[in-house]
């Protein structure tokens, strides 16, 4: 029985080297916290340590982890009585596949960092509100002296900044 529970345990353990940080990130992107990553990171691989999984190709093995992850994370949304839907999961997982070919998307995490560092004024406050502190538009609005439309607006703006500062420079 040891026999057969050291290759298991190796290939788990392989797994989820290789994928663990991309699965956390997809987590992350899909608005889990730091913490809630993690648990539910965990739970991904138990998953695939006790269902039919099947590891193939790096590409359908993180497909069908994120598929895992996600919907660990929507039925811990539904058992705590949040109704959050993802209208298309299918997007979601468009836009991450894109990040993921970029070395696991270490290039865009690195091209964000940098072009965060280029914000200033109230968008930089806006998004460190938000997407750091996890502040409610209304709580941004109140601390930044603006109505809630206004923080929506600057939002969308210095989002569409970064947007296009990351793609510049991932393409030079």
Same mark, same amino acid.
């Given at each position: 029985? $040891?026999t057969?529970? %050291? !290759?298991? %345990?190796r290939?788990?353990? /392989?797994?989820?080297?290789d994928?663990?940080? +991309?699965?956390?990130?997809?987590?992350?992107?899909?608005?889990?916290s730091p913490?809630? $990553? &993690?648990d539910?990171? %965990?739970?991904?691989?138990?998953a695939?340590? @006790?269902? !039919?999984? =099947?590891?193939r190709?790096? $590409?359908?093995t993180? $497909?069908?982890?994120?598929?895992?992850?996600? #919907?660990?994370?929507? +039925?811990?949304?539904?058992?705590?009585? @949040? #109704?959050?839907?993802? &209208? #298309?999961?299918?997007?979601? &997982?468009s836009v991450?596949?894109?990040f993921e070919?970029?070395d696991?998307?270490?290039? *865009?995490?690195?091209?964000?960092?940098?072009?965060?560092?280029?914000?200033?004024?109230?968008?930089k406050?806006?998004? %460190?509100? /938000?997407?750091?502190?996890?502040? *409610?538009?209304?709580?941004?609005?109140?601390?930044? &002296?603006?109505k !809630?439309?206004?923080v929506?607006?600057?939002?969308?703006?210095?989002?569409?900044l970064?947007?296009n500062?990351i @793609?510049?420079?991932? =393409? *030079?």
């Open positions: 029985m $040891a057969e529970t %050291q !290759p298991l %345990q290939d788990l353990e /392989q797994l989820s080297h994928h663990r940080l +991309g699965v956390w990130r997809y987590l992350r992107f899909l608005g889990c913490e809630l $990553a &993690d539910l990171s %965990q739970e991904t691989f138990v695939a340590m @006790q269902g !039919p999984f =099947e590891d190709s790096r $590409a359908e993180s $497909a069908w982890l994120r598929t895992t992850a996600r #919907n660990l994370y929507l +039925g811990m949304l539904r058992s705590q009585d @949040q #109704n959050v839907v993802l &209208d #298309n999961p299918e997007v979601a &997982d991450w596949e894109r070919r970029d696991g998307g270490e290039h *865009s995490l690195l091209a964000l960092r940098d072009c965060l560092d280029t914000l200033e004024g109230r968008g406050e806006a998004v %460190q509100l /938000q997407y750091k502190e996890r502040k *409610s538009r209304l709580d941004i609005a109140a601390i930044l &002296d603006m !809630p439309d206004g929506k607006t600057l939002l969308r703006r210095t989002r569409a970064l947007k500062c @793609q510049r420079k991932l =393409e *030079s």
